[in-house]
């Protein structure tokens, strides 16, 4: 799936909705599936320029709740839910949708993470009062070493951390 940038999104959007010009014949201007485009136009109408920045989060239970309920008391789809709510996917909301109907609201529930295993102990065995001189420097020297690893590891995940923030914020045009 291509990902449109949001000036972009919101000029298609506007163009949709404040011309005379049908959503399909602007889709077909822009070459775009029609589908977006009414989409995008539905999300200009309910949130304006503001529906199109979207921050990726987690739904809790009450939420998903709330948005089945709306669904079935007005008839919505998932599509319709998936924009009047800002949910990223309808595809969400679909699954949403069957795991209701399977297991009910306990369905819906977020899962437990599993247990986490214990941090492994330092390599000695031995305490540091019986170690010779010679065993209490290796054990510093790979001690360092492994810091050194970790700090280095920990510098290349915030960095690419980082670069993926920086794709996915939106410019400020």
Do not use: N
């Not at 437990?112 to 065995?125: A, H, W």
């Not at 951390?161 to 045009?173: E, G, N």
Request: hydrophobic share 35%.
């Amino acid at each position: 799936m291509k990902r449109y940038d949001v000036r972009f999104k919101l000029q298609v959007a506007k163009e949709a909705c404040k011309t005379s010009i049908s959503v399909k014949a602007v889709a077909r201007g822009h070459g775009l599936d029609f589908s977006t485009v009414r989409r995008w136009a539905a999300t200009y109408r309910l949130h304006g320029w503001r529906g199109f920045y979207r921050k990726a989060r987690s739904y809790d239970l009450p939420f998903k709740l709330d948005v089945l309920e709306k669904m079935r008391q007005e008839g919505m789809s998932a599509r319709q839910a998936t924009t009047y709510f800002q949910i990223g996917s309808a595809g969400a909301v679909a699954q949403w949708q069957r795991l209701y109907a399977d297991g009910g609201a306990q369905a819906l529930a977020p899962r437990p993470l599993p247990p986490q295993k214990p941090m492994k102990k330092t390599r000695s065995s031995k305490p540091a009062e019986d170690m010779s001189r010679d065993e209490l420097l290796k054990e510093v020297a790979y001690l360092r070493a492994e810091t050194a690893y970790l700090k280095k590891l920990d510098a290349l995940i915030q960095q690419e951390q980082a670069a993926q923030r920086a794709k996915r914020t939106p410019s400020k045009d």
